[in-house]
């Protein structure tokens, strides 16, 4: 399985952006699908996870403002990404849990080893003042 990010680029801060992630080589439904955000020097978090179920959980510093969602005709993970500030600057993956039991969300947000098996290249978000 491939995923491949699409959507990143340049924008002025209260702006839009819309992420789109694309699963290849797909033969099964994903247990679940997250998006993360790295800042250079800083760990990978996770910011927005859907299950599914269709069930949805966000960081606190995203709530409000982004939405995860999924095509699963076009094996697509999407984020809706409004007000934009700032700090919302970084690197963005996503990834998924594929293969082995399903993982509670929890895992998934965090990106447990266990859980997330699968993850795109990235794509860069810069937000400016």
């Known amino acids: 399985v491939y995923l491949e990010e699409s959507g990143g680029g340049s924008v002025q801060a209260g702006g839009s952006l819309r992420l789109a992630c694309t699963a290849s080589g797909v033969a099964t439904i994903s247990h679940c699908m997250a998006w993360f955000r790295q800042v250079p020097g800083q760990e990978r978090n996770g910011i927005a996870v859907?299950?599914?179920?269709?069930?949805?959980t966000y960081a606190d510093s995203v709530k409000g403002r982004f939405t995860i969602s999924q095509d699963n005709a076009e094996n697509t993970l999407y984020l809706q990404m409004n007000s934009l500030k700032p700090e919302d600057t970084g690197m963005y993956y996503c990834?998924?849990?594929?293969?082995?039991?399903?993982?509670?969300?929890?895992?998934?947000?965090?990106?447990?080893?266990?859980?997330?098996?699968?993850w795109g290249q990235g794509t860069l978000v810069t937000v400016s003042s």
């Open positions: 990834a998924a849990a594929f293969y082995g039991m399903r993982p509670t969300m929890y895992d998934c947000l965090t990106g447990a080893p266990h859980a997330i098996d699968t």
């Open positions: 859907t299950d599914s179920d269709g069930r949805t």
